[in-house]
Structures are given as C-alpha cells and as structure tokens.
C-alpha cells in the first residue's frame, strides 16, 4: 500500500512514481505470451502475403521491429484494447490481446494494493489500455510513426480518451515499465500540477492523423513549469490521474521501448466508453473476473462491434475535430 507522504505527492502533483513493485516473477510470463503471440501474428501475416517473412529466427524485440517495417498492421495483433476507428479495417484485425499472462498482470495483487490505496478496495478495469511497443524512432517511416503507440506520444490527458459520461469517475492510469526506460527510450514526461483543474484541456485533432490528437504548446506552457521526463526501472510504476497532462518522449535509442498503460477505476460508475468491457478484480461483495472471464469479455466486444450491435458510437468522434479552426491549433 501507498504511504500517506506517497498519497499527499500524487494529490499534489498529478503523479507518482512507485519503484520496483513488480519484479522478473511477474513480467516474464507476460513477455513469454507476448513473444508466442507475435510469432503467432507473424506466421499469419506470412500465409497472407503481407510480410516477407517470419523473422522466426530473430529475438522478440528484433522481431517485432522486423515485421513492422513491412507491415505496420503487426500492432493490431498485440494491442489490449479493440481499436476504435475499426471501419476500415478487416475483420482480423479488430482484436484485443487477452491472454491468461496479461490478465494476470492486469489483476497482479502487488499492482492493485497500490491502486487500491487510491480507489479503495472495490476496483475494476476501464477498457482505455494501451500496449506501447515503441522501436527506435529513426527506423519509423511514414504514418505509422505518428502513432501514439509506436512514435512518440503526444501531450494529452487520459480523460480525453473517454467519454463525458465519466466525468465523476473515480479513475488512475497505471504506467507499467516491461524494461528499464530512459529518457533516450521515450520514457513519460509530465507536466506537474496540470491536473488541478480538472477539467478536460483543449486537446486538436493531430497533423496527419486527426485520431492522435494532442494539447497545443500553447496551453502547456500556461501552467508556468517544465515537462518533468520520469524515467523509470522494470518493474516500476508510474501513477497518473485522469486530468494529467503527459506525454512521451520519441525513442531515439537502438533499443525497442515497452510499456503497458492499465487503467482502473471504481467499480459501478461509468466507464466511458460503455461498448466495451470492465471487469471487477478486487471487492468485497461482487464476483471477481478470472482470466476465462476477462478473454471471453473482449472476444464478445468484438463481435457485438463487427455484427453492429452497439448503440451509438464507441467514443466522442467529433470532441477534437470540432478544434480544428481553432487559433490555437493552426
């Protein structure tokens, strides 16, 4: 559990590191299902044609980087969260990574003390997680290194991925480093007391890709302080609240850089981005979710989106576009 100086921190910055809560027991497995999962999406992606090969030979991190300079598509079999803009992608792509090693993270007993020290003792998940599997910025080329989950990550607030339903929603990102990561990896960076008036800051649709949108230099200098670069160890969290402005660094090492963002939140109130699933991992009165529960949850998501049986849309489409004209924004 967090100490009381650790809880006054985070109140009073919008963050807090919290070193070496996880150790090799409980990230190996992770990277071992990982590592079976892309050799996996790399086989598939061979049989279709749209890679060159399997890189079969090649280590994870070199074979990840390997299949997407050819196919930037690779992500899709990897991410933990259905992706939103899904109309224009074929049906094999829209899919969520929810393997029994993730899930075990996800509910790791060491990460929800933590967490509960913050929400209290009755926690779910939020569906917003990301996977950042982010290689060597220089080998990026064209769009795919605009994107936030293999590029660098643009300065926004976690509440800007949800809708405004969950505007009272109790709800932390939880920032889980798979390697140590430096500043030249793209470790996060933050913005110090950004969070105190929570509110959602005016973020513009990005540049070439209006999804990845962003919250102008303009705005961020408003708060009178430097962005903060958190560098952190394996096994390290970093704690954010939903209004903290943050981003990351580009990876300007010759290293792939590996992190999960997990979020959770308050179990029984509004998720955000009600499509898709949460699950309860710690209470006193409600079933807990096992790792079936939680593979079976997303899988049914997916369907429900492919067949179109979700009432109305899967997150604010026009929140970010409706800033383009804005002055800020040019």
């Known amino acids: 559990m967090l100490t009381a100086a650790e809880l006054e921190l985070f109140d009073q910055q919008g963050f807090l590191v919290v070193p070496d809560v996880l150790d090799d ?21 061979f049989r279709r044609g749209e890679v060159s090969s399997t890189y079969a030979d090649l280590p994870f991190a070199d074979r990840y980087i390997a299949l997407l300079s050819e196919n930037p598509d690779i992500f899709y079999y990897l991410g933990i969260s259905l992706p939103l803009d899904y109309q224009g992608l074929p049906p094999h792509l829209v899919r969520a990574h929810a393997g029994p090693a993730f899930f075990g993270l996800l509910a790791n007993p060491k990460l929800l003390d933590v967490v509960e020290s913050v929400l209290g003792p009755e926690i779910s998940t939020n569906p917003v997680q990301q996977t950042r599997l982010k290689p060597p910025q220089h080998l990026l080329t064209g769009a795919v290194a605009t994107y936030s989950n293999v590029g660098a990550t643009t300065w926004h607030q976690d509440f800007g991925a949800v809708m405004d ?10 920032w889980v480093a798979m390697m140590d990561t430096t500043e030249e990896m793209g470790c996060l960076q933050v ?8 509110e959602l800051t005016l973020h513009c649709p990005g540049r070439s890709n209006p999804a990845e949108n962003y919250i102008p230099q303009a705005l961020l200098e408003r708060h009178g302080v430097d962005p903060m670069p958190v560098p952190v160890s394996r096994g390290s969290l970093v704690l954010l609240t939903k209004f903290t402005e943050h981003g990351a660094l580009p990876n300007t090492s ?9 979020r959770y939140q308050k179990s029984g109130q509004p998720t955000g981005r ?28 997916r369907e429900r989106v492919l067949s179109g049986r979700v009432d109305g849309a899967l997150y ?4 970010w576009l409706r800033n383009r004209d804005n002055p800020v924004c040019a």
């Open 25 to 45: 027991d409980d990230l190996d497995p992770v990277v071992d299902e990982y590592a079976a999962a892309l050799g996996d999406a790399g086989a598939e992606m």
């Open 165 to 174: 339903e969950a505007a009272d929603t109790d709800m932390i990102t939880v």
């Open 191 to 198: 913005l110090p007391g950004s969070h105190r008036d929570h």
């Open 316 to 319: 604010e489409q026009d929140r």
């Open 254 to 262: 010759d290293r792939l850089r590996w992190s999960f963002d997990l």
């Open 274 to 301: 009600p499509a898709f699933p949460s699950f309860v991992l710690r209470s006193s009165h409600r079933p807990v979710a096992t790792a079936d529960d939680y593979r079976k949850g997303w899988w049914d998501a």
